[in-house]
């Protein structure tokens, strides 16, 4: 079957830096996606890949590895307005959108 | 403002009361979703549309319809709600390209949340 795996929550202290996984079972591939949303609001994009390697946009950088189906997201210089889930979200041969569950992130201070 | 508007927000209604969510876009997109949100488990799709009168079933459409009549709305119609569709419920929007489905960016809406007693 298909699956995003990601850790339930991680805990990270302001102004660190976090990574967060993701590995994917999915049949086919086309893209993987990184999403944030903050406690009872919509999800917001965050990044988008597709070719192997890393991708960095200002604190966050996001990477992909096809040959292992494993993804990550990097962010830097932690805030406390990062507390949020980051939701992974894979694409598979069909072009639909198969979603992990998302990792809930805690920032202290 | 590009948006994707929900109405309403928050519900609260009883079993086998009907019921529709509208959900509206301004950006012109031709992809749009409807998703439910419950606790440990993500999103999870539950129809969606390539245009205008094109939907088709996602991962978990039973108890639910929709329709396309427009391209800018996409409401999601409970014909006879249960307690187990009480759920967070967000409506999504995006531009189509080469015929994929969800492939770009999707725009979400603020959420709506459902309670069935």
């Known amino acids: 079957g298909q699956n995003i795996d990601q850790p339930t929550e991680m805990t990270a202290t302001e102004g660190a830096i976090v990574q967060i996984n993701c590995t994917y079972q999915t049949s086919g591939f086309n893209g993987l996606f990184w999403y944030q949303q903050h406690a009872g609001e919509a999800p917001t994009f965050l990044s988008y890949n597709v070719l192997d390697g890393l991708e960095e946009k200002g604190r966050f950088s996001s990477f992909l590895s096809r040959s292992k189906g494993y993804s990550y997201l990097l962010l830097k210089e932690l805030q406390m307005k990062d507390s949020a889930s980051y939701l992974c979200?894979?694409?598979?041969?069909?072009?639909?959108?198969?979603w992990g569950a998302g990792t809930k992130l805690i920032i202290k201070p | 403002e590009a948006q994707v508007t929900q109405n309403p927000r928050y519900l609260i209604t009883v079993t086998g009361k009907k019921l529709t969510v509208t959900c509206s876009q301004n950006m012109n997109h031709e992809y749009m979703s409807w998703y439910r949100q419950d606790p440990g488990l993500g999103l999870r799709q539950i129809y969606y549309?390539?245009?205008?009168?094109?939907?088709d079933k996602g991962d978990v459409p039973e108890g639910y319809k929709v329709s396309r009549k427009e391209k800018r709305n996409f409401p999601l119609i409970l014909e006879s709600p249960s307690p187990n569709q009480t759920s967070l419920y967000f409506c999504?929007?995006?531009?189509?390209?080469?015929?994929?489905?969800?492939?770009?960016?999707?725009?979400f809406g603020p959420g709506t949340r459902l309670t069935v007693l």
């Open positions: 979200a894979g694409i598979d041969s069909n072009y639909q959108l198969i």
């Open positions: 549309s390539m245009n205008v009168e094109v939907t």
């Open positions: 999504a929007s995006s531009c189509e390209t080469s015929g994929t489905k969800g492939y770009n960016e999707q725009f």
